[in-house]
């Protein structure tokens, strides 16, 4: 199985996988080797299978299908796995699923596709279910602990009240004049501890980098915090999660940075091409946070999001503060508006590398992209299972777009003159066997190879 080792191989996560799967061609139990390693079966262990897919199906096409149909079989594994955390487990599935599903077609393997959809499903709520009695539990805490704050103000009140009639008593009897009042404001003063842990900072990472494809680092998490905490309602920092698909190795410039400064990276996969996807699992984790930290009180969004201004309206009817922190020219101003307080960044210069000459011909451009890029379809063409639907029904220009950018690092067509990345695929494939086709009424635009129709054959006509 020594397919299973690619070169870049070092993490203890692929390791562990690798393991797993020679361990699964061989018909081997698996369970004994999970139970060994259960502290390793976590968030980060389904980032690193989707890695090692991608890396792997790209180097190795011709073992695409057997490797993914393994991956198949450890999902189902995993998901039926009761140990450590089940709601890891399932993630770690739902990831092999969805794996199997991006590089395999419907059309090709209809029956697996059919039964990984049920599986993915049925992962999906089971997920669901145990998330939605974690929240039931917790609101069900919440509501024990606020009956017991409740029962504690009132037994403090009448010992208070206790006090207080003892002390009049002792004042009437000895003629003892003892002013109780400073005792009184000192235990109304009294706060419990957690309440000094009351704000948590939230980084939209795509919206602060103004995109994932060219992101933008002039900006400092640190000085981020500095200003959050110069802000009077904050106390102390209680929870931070920086949401973005960690996956995307350009954000390695902020990873060091994320990890000195305790923030937690929430990873956001980007199979789904959902713009969105970051700023629904935030919102997700805000409405969660209301209610299972009640202590928290203080909420900061590091975006200048627009869709975050109903969360922020959200936040006010629980009685909570919102933070905003994002570039004044970047910034929705509905959402600027609703918050309490807004901290506004410096502009980022943002600078574009090699941007085609206006006085560059369209000949000039497309010879330069010709030669740079045509390579790209070669490998398209001989790469399952895109060779295949090449000569069917073609390749959706997402799908395309995502190969041009994991093969040509920093590549934008905007660089090439190209306002839209149709318009460059359309120059780049004049004259090949490639062509750019539409369907749904113009709605999806896909890649193909031309259909090169025969000419009829002449039939010869008897005299008669």
């Not at 917790?138 to 409740?150: C, H, P």
């Not at 031309?450 to 008669?464: C, D, F, G, Y």
């Amino acid at each position: 199985m020594s397919v299973f080792m690619p070169e870049t191989t070092t993490s203890i996560e692929q390791i562990l996988l690798i393991d797993l799967l020679k361990a699964i061609s061989r018909n081997q139990d698996i369970y004994p080797l999970l139970n060994h390693n259960l502290d390793k079966l976590n968030h980060n262990f389904a980032l690193q299978l989707r890695k090692f897919a991608i890396e792997y199906f790209t180097k190795q096409p011709t073992q695409t299908v057997s490797t993914a149909k393994l991956i198949v079989k450890f999902s189902k594994l995993i998901q039926e796995f009761d140990s450590c955390n089940r709601v890891n487990n399932l993630e770690i599935a739902i990831t092999g699923y969805e794996t199997f599903l991006q590089i395999l077609t419907r059309e090709a393997f209809p029956d697996d596709w059919g039964n990984i959809q049920q599986a993915l499903v049925s992962a999906y709520n089971q997920r669901q279910e145990i998330l939605n009695n974690a929240i039931a539990e917790l609101k069900q805490n919440t509501v024990n602990i606020k009956t017991d704050i409740i029962t504690l103000v009132k037994e403090l009140r009448q010992e208070v009240q206790q006090t207080q009639q003892q002390l009049l008593q002792l004042q009437n009897t000895s003629a003892i004049s003892l002013d109780i009042q400073p005792i009184v404001s000192a235990i109304r003063e009294i706060k419990p501890s957690y309440q000094s842990f009351n704000t948590v900072i939230l980084y939209d990472i795509e919206n602060l980098t103004l995109g994932n494809r060219d992101p933008v680092f002039e900006f400092s998490l640190k000085n981020i915090i500095e200003q959050v905490q110069q802000i009077d309602v904050v106390e102390k920092i209680a929870i931070q999660s920086a949401y973005a698909d960690w996956s995307n190795n350009k954000f390695g410039a902020i990873k060091r940075d994320i990890q000195e400064l305790g923030i937690e990276p929430v990873q956001i996969f980007g199979f789904s091409y959902n713009r969105n996807a970051a700023d629904i699992q935030l919102a997700i984790d805000v409405v969660e946070l209301t209610y299972t930290k009640p202590s928290l009180q203080v909420f900061v969004i590091v975006s200048g999001d627009g869709a975050f201004a109903s969360l922020a309206k959200k936040l006010h009817e629980q009685g909570k503060t919102v933070i905003g922190c994002a570039y004044e020219n970047h910034t929705n101003r509905v959402f600027a508006a609703v918050c309490d307080y807004f901290i506004w960044l410096p502009e980022p210069e943002i600078r574009r590398e090699n941007t085609p000459n206006p006085m560059q011909t369209t000949a000039e451009i497309e010879t330069r992209i010709h030669y740079s890029y045509q390579d790209v379809l070669n490998h398209i063409k001989i790469t399952a299972p895109y060779s295949e639907q090449l000569r069917l029904d073609g390749v959706l220009l997402p799908n395309i777009k995502e190969i041009f950018t994991d093969l040509i690092p920093g590549f934008n067509q905007t660089n090439l003159g190209f306002n839209r990345f149709k318009n460059f695929l359309i120059s780049l494939c004049q004259g090949t066997e490639f062509e750019i086709v539409s369907r749904n009424n113009n709605t999806e635009w896909l890649l193909k190879i031309r259909q090169i129709n025969p000419q009829p054959r002449r039939r010869n006509l008897a005299l008669t």
